[in-house]
């Protein structure tokens, strides 16, 4: 069964710009689109991104949008999150899945959710 991991979380100031990855690794279907999600705390995981499994098409949530990039390499079996002109509400932990998407900004996870990775944004 395949894994996905996420990595590229730090610390970064207002402005600032970091670069995110989900790296598949194992046996896994290239088939379905990927997505982003984050969670803050004390807050419900909420949609982020998703690119489509040819990368033909990018969707995101209207708070990242002309901000965020999202990206994928099948051949590579990595998807990216390229996040510019960070704001500390952006601060959350990061998760990546193949998704199902029901809507425009609304996804369905596939598999489990990994470990996620910690964007940090001060102020």
């Given at each position: 069964q395949g894994q996905l991991v996420e990595?590229?979380?730090g610390l970064?100031?207002?402005?600032g710009s970091?670069?995110?990855s989900c790296a598949a690794s194992g046996r896994t279907c290239s088939n379905y689109a990927r997505g982003w999600c984050?969670?803050?705390?004390?807050?419900e995981r909420e949609f982020v991104a998703a690119v489509s499994w040819n990368g033909g098409n990018t969707?995101?949530?209207d708070s990242v949008k002309g901000r965020f990039t999202i990206s994928r390499s099948n051949a590579e079996k990595t998807v990216y999150l390229q996040m510019s002109s960070l704001k500390p509400e952006?601060?959350?932990?990061?998760?990546?899945?193949?998704?199902?998407?029901r809507g425009?900004?609304?996804?369905?996870p596939v598999d489990a959710w990994g470990q996620g990775t910690l964007v940090t944004v001060s102020s």
């Open positions: 990595s590229g979380g970064v100031q207002t402005g970091l670069r995110l984050r969670q803050a705390p004390g807050n969707y995101y949530t952006d601060s959350a932990v990061y998760y990546c899945n193949a998704v199902l998407m425009p900004t609304e996804a369905s």
